[in-house]
């Protein structure tokens, strides 16, 4: 299953006419990738979730024919959390040992090798885990004799030695009810974040992909909205189950902002030895200066226009002249009368397009 329900605030104003899975990202749709990297380790039949302009995911997706899988689409009219998303599809996936992706990241990890701890510490679930080097502010994971023991806060100088630290692609902060620090109350239990557990010095992150058994639904609550770690996790690591950790190396980035939007398509287009990602129908004028951007489908670069590190959205047109250099860009027809989300970029109307600076 590929969790993809999302409402993609933090990627705004570029899923403002378009899901979060349906955002173009290195030729297809995000989470058409995201299927042709489950393709590649034999996983052919897929379920994703919808809720927020679910009709632009059908028609950027379509049956996943061209990604080599077949997609079974789950609706979810309120939204679920990544817990209530396994109950709603429990008819598709509760038969036999299935794999959960988050839909915001891309990766090569070695699922083959997940899919092997998993077998053989005859796991209730398998978090893939990986090191967080640089101690980015994601929610911590404890492990102890290869099983996961706890979650925390996010690293910090006094509390990284023994913990590890899970990307927000699942785990964030905001949705287990972690805080920064060595621990939190989360629905009466107190979990704290163990400091020197087997002497680790580098925290580790959860990637967003789980292997979970079948019998994982004993732990999920029915008919509500739910999240994994707190509401199915916690309990069952409370009740002797085992949560096996899967250390894993290679490359995996998270697309929750448009800045690692960009930057990972921009490293991305570089391992090719391109400098842009041009969408279907797109134009730039031979004498335009565009690089290390990502324009999306029927944008126009006129002559003499300058455009670096900035993403464009469908149909945008940057006229003669124009400089724009580390932003979003949508058309300004698409936020009229529209409130921008709390965690969306700030922006303003120049002309005909609407251009958000990209913050560091």
Known sequence: MILAAGYGTRLWPLTIDRAKPAIPFMG???VGYVAEYLARFGFGEIAVNLHHRGESVRAALGDGGRF???FHYVEEPTILGTGGALDNARDFLEAETFVVVNGKIATDINLDAALETHRRTRALATLVLRENAARERYSMVEVLDGLVIGFGGSPTSDNVSGAGSAAQTEMSNAETGF????GEEVGGRRVESRVGVEGVTTPLMFT???ILDP????YIPRGVFS??????????IARGERIAAHIAEGDWYELSTVRRYLETSVALLKREGRALE???GSRVADSADVGESVLWENVRVAGGAKVRRSVLGAGVVVEQGEVFENVAIVRAELVRGVERPPKGLR??????????????
């Not at 805080?179 to 060595?182: A, C, K, P, V």
């Not at 019998?215 to 004993?218: D, S, V």
């Open 28 to 30: 297809r749709p995000l």
């Open 68 to 70: 080599g899988v077949r």
């Open 179 to 182: 805080r920064e620090g060595r």
């Open 208 to 210: 967003g992909i789980q």
């Open 215 to 218: 019998r994982i639904f004993e």
């Open 227 to 236: 999240h994994t770690v707190t509401d199915t996790l916690i309990p069952a």
């Open 278 to 280: 041009l969408g279907d």
């Open 347 to 360: 922006g303003e109307v120049r002309g005909s397009n609407f251009v958000a600076p990209i913050p560091e």
